[in-house]
C-alpha cells in the first residue's frame, strides 16, 4: 500500500463547479478582481466571523500588506523562531527589522516568557504563527502584553482555517490575520492567501496596497508604495469551490486526527502532541514526538522505503535562527546570547503523520501498524 504525502479529492461535482466558473470568467473578460474574487471574501468573511477580507495572491503578501498598513518600517518585529521564512521575510520586506523569540515545544507556538524578554523600545508588532492548527494556549496573554505595550498583534494563521480557541476563530485575535491558499494548506486556492480584519483603515489601505497603490477615493491616483498582490479571478473561483466544502473538508481532518488519537496511544516510541482541551484545531499537521533516542531521518526512510508511507514535511526542522541567511544577520536582530530551547528541541525529534481528506480507514489502520512495525525495527 502507497500513502503519499497529500491528496486532494476532486470530485466530478468539484470539477464541473470550477470548469463552470472558470467559463464564466473567461466569459465576463473580468480575469482579475471580478466577481469570484468578491465572492471568496464574502465567504472567507462569513466564515471567520470579521468584517473584513481582503483576498490576495499569497499568504506572504497578505503579511506584508498589513504590515504595511500599520507603517512598521523602521522598528522592530517579533516573530517566532520557529515559523516559514515568509513570515520574516513579510515583515523585512516592510521595512523592519525581526526579532527571533523562542517557542514552547509542547504546542510549537510562541513563548511568552521570551516575547516579552524580546521587547524593545521599538518594538510596533508581534506576530503569533498557528503552527499546525495550533492556536497557543497563551494567546490571551500574549495579547494582553501587546496591549499593554501598545503594540500590534498580528496571526499568521496559514496553518488554522477553520480553527478556534475558546470558541474564538483565528484571524480574530489580532489586529489582522494572514491565510494560505497554497495546494498543501487545509483550504487551496492553487496560489492565494486573505486578510482578516475588523479594522476599516486595515482594510481601506489593503485595498489600495494590493493594487499598485491606486486610491479609489483619489480617482486611482497612487497614494502609497503599492505592488501587485491581487488575486487572479482563476485563482478565486477554485477558492470559493472550496469554501463551499469547507465543512467536510475539515470534517475528514478531524476523523483522521481522530482515528490517530485513538490508535497511537499505546505505541512505544511515539507520542501524540497533547492539545488543550479549548482549542478546536482543523489539523493542518498531525505532529507527534518520537522517543528522543529515536533517529527521526532513519524512521521516514524505513518507513517510505519498506512500508511506502511518505510523511510530510516538520513544522519546522530549521528553526529560522539557524537559516543561512539570517546568520549574516541581514534584516535580522541577533544576539549572539540568544538561547531557543523549545525551537531547537520541536526542530530534532518531531513527525507529522499523512492527515487530509479521503484517507480510508485501512490506509489509517496499515499507516500505524507501519509505523509500530517501523519503530520495533529501527529500535
Given at each position: 500500500?502507497?500513502?503519499?504525502?497529500?491528496?486532494?479529492?476532486?470530485?466530478?461535482?468539484?470539477?464541473?463547479?470550477?470548469?463552470e466558473?472558470?467559463?464564466?470568467?473567461?466569459?465576463?473578460?473580468?480575469?482579475?478582481?471580478?466577481?469570484?474574487t468578491?465572492?471568496?471574501?464574502?465567504?472567507?468573511?462569513?466564515f471567520v466571523?470579521?468584517?473584513?477580507?481582503i483576498?490576495t495572491?499569497?499568504?506572504?503578501?497578505?503579511?506584508e500588506?498589513?504590515?504595511?498598513?500599520l507603517?512598521?518600517?523602521?522598528?522592530?518585529?517579533?516573530?517566532?523562531?520557529?515559523?516559514?521564512?515568509?513570515?520574516?521575510f513579510s515583515?523585512?520586506?516592510?521595512?523592519?527589522?525581526?526579532?527571533?523569540?523562542?517557542?514552547?515545544?509542547e504546542?510549537?507556538?510562541?513563548?511568552?516568557d521570551d516575547?516579552?524578554?524580546?521587547?524593545?523600545?521599538?518594538?510596533?508588532?508581534?506576530?503569533?504563527?498557528?503552527?499546525?492548527?495550533?492556536i497557543?494556549?497563551?494567546?490571551?496573554?500574549?495579547?494582553?502584553?501587546?496591549?499593554?505595550k501598545?503594540?500590534?498583534?498580528?496571526?499568521?494563521?496559514?496553518?488554522?482555517?477553520?480553527?478556534s480557541?475558546?470558541?474564538?476563530p483565528?484571524?480574530?485575535?489580532?489586529i489582522?490575520?494572514?491565510?494560505?491558499?497554497f495546494?498543501?494548506?487545509?483550504?487551496?486556492?492553487?496560489?492565494?492567501g486573505?486578510?482578516?480584519?475588523?479594522d476599516e483603515?486595515?482594510?481601506?489601505?489593503?485595498?489600495?496596497?494590493?493594487?499598485?497603490?491606486?486610491?479609489?477615493?483619489?480617482?486611482?491616483?497612487?497614494t502609497?508604495?503599492?505592488?501587485?498582490?491581487?488575486?487572479?479571478?482563476?485563482?478565486?473561483?477554485?477558492?470559493?469551490?472550496q469554501?463551499?466544502k469547507?465543512?467536510?473538508?475539515?470534517?475528514e481532518?478531524?476523523?483522521?486526527?481522530?482515528?490517530?488519537?485513538?490508535?497511537?496511544?499505546?505505541?512505544?516510541?511515539?507520542?501524540?502532541?497533547?492539545?488543550?482541551?479549548?482549542l478546536?484545531?482543523?489539523y493542518?499537521?498531525?505532529?507527534c514526538y518520537?522517543?528522543?533516542?529515536?533517529?527521526?531521518?532513519?524512521?521516514?526512510?524505513t518507513?517510505?522505503?519498506?512500508?511506502?508511507?511518505s510523511?510530510?514535511?516538520?513544522?519546522?526542522d530549521?528553526?529560522?535562527?539557524?537559516e543561512?541567511?539570517?546568520k549574516?544577520?541581514?534584516?535580522c536582530?541577533?544576539?549572539?546570547?540568544d538561547?531557543?530551547p523549545?525551537?531547537?528541541?520541536?526542530?530534532?525529534?518531531?513527525?507529522?503523520?499523512?492527515?487530509?481528506?479521503?484517507l480510508?480507514?485501512?490506509?489509517l489502520?496499515?499507516?500505524?501498524?507501519?509505523?509500530?512495525?517501523?519503530?520495533n525495527?529501527?529500535?
Amino acid at each position: 500500500m502507497q500513502i503519499p504525502i497529500l491528496r486532494i479529492p476532486f470530485t466530478d461535482d468539484d470539477i464541473g463547479f470550477v470548469q463552470e466558473g472558470i467559463r464564466q470568467v473567461m466569459k465576463s473578460g473580468y480575469l482579475v478582481m471580478g466577481k469570484y474574487t468578491q465572492m471568496f471574501e464574502e465567504k472567507f468573511k462569513e466564515f471567520v466571523g470579521c468584517k473584513y477580507a481582503i483576498a490576495t495572491n499569497s499568504c506572504t503578501s497578505a503579511l506584508e500588506i498589513i504590515l504595511r498598513a500599520l507603517d512598521v518600517k523602521r522598528s522592530t518585529v517579533i516573530v517566532p523562531t520557529n515559523t516559514f521564512v515568509a513570515t520574516v521575510f513579510s515583515a523585512i520586506h516592510a521595512g523592519a527589522k525581526v526579532i527571533f523569540a523562542d517557542s514552547i515545544k509542547e504546542n510549537f507556538c510562541l513563548d511568552p516568557d521570551d516575547l516579552k524578554r524580546k521587547i524593545k523600545s521599538h518594538t510596533k508588532a508581534v506576530i503569533v504563527v498557528h503552527i499546525g492548527g495550533i492556536i497557543s494556549p497563551y494567546i490571551e496573554e500574549i495579547k494582553a502584553i501587546c496591549e499593554g505595550k501598545g503594540i500590534y498583534l498580528i496571526e499568521d494563521a496559514a496553518h488554522a482555517h477553520g480553527c478556534s480557541y475558546k470558541g474564538i476563530p483565528a484571524g480574530r485575535w489580532g489586529i489582522a490575520g494572514a491565510f494560505s491558499f497554497f495546494p498543501t494548506k487545509v483550504l487551496t486556492s492553487g496560489e492565494g492567501g486573505i486578510i482578516t480584519t475588523d479594522d476599516e483603515e486595515i482594510y481601506k489601505k489593503s485595498l489600495i496596497l494590493r493594487n499598485h497603490g491606486k486610491n479609489p477615493e483619489q480617482k486611482n491616483s497612487i497614494t502609497h508604495l503599492g505592488y501587485n498582490w491581487r488575486m487572479s479571478e482563476l485563482n478565486a473561483v477554485l477558492a470559493v469551490q472550496q469554501m463551499n466544502k469547507a465543512d467536510w473538508i475539515i470534517s475528514e481532518r478531524r476523523r483522521v486526527a481522530t482515528f490517530y488519537d485513538e490508535n497511537l496511544k499505546n505505541i512505544n516510541g511515539i507520542r501524540p502532541l497533547e492539545l488543550n482541551n479549548d482549542l478546536y484545531s482543523t489539523y493542518y499537521k498531525y505532529i507527534c514526538y518520537l522517543d528522543e533516542g529515536i533517529n527521526r531521518n532513519k524512521f521516514k526512510k524505513t518507513l517510505k522505503e519498506k512500508y511506502g508511507i511518505s510523511l510530510t514535511g516538520e513544522v519546522y526542522d530549521v528553526p529560522c535562527h539557524d537559516e543561512p541567511y539570517f546568520k549574516n544577520e541581514k534584516g535580522c536582530v541577533l544576539n549572539p546570547n540568544d538561547n531557543f530551547p523549545g525551537a531547537n528541541y520541536i526542530k530534532k525529534h518531531h513527525i507529522c503523520l499523512p492527515c487530509y481528506p479521503g484517507l480510508m480507514k485501512e490506509e489509517l489502520e496499515y499507516t500505524v501498524k507501519s509505523i509500530k512495525k517501523c519503530l520495533n525495527k529501527i529500535t
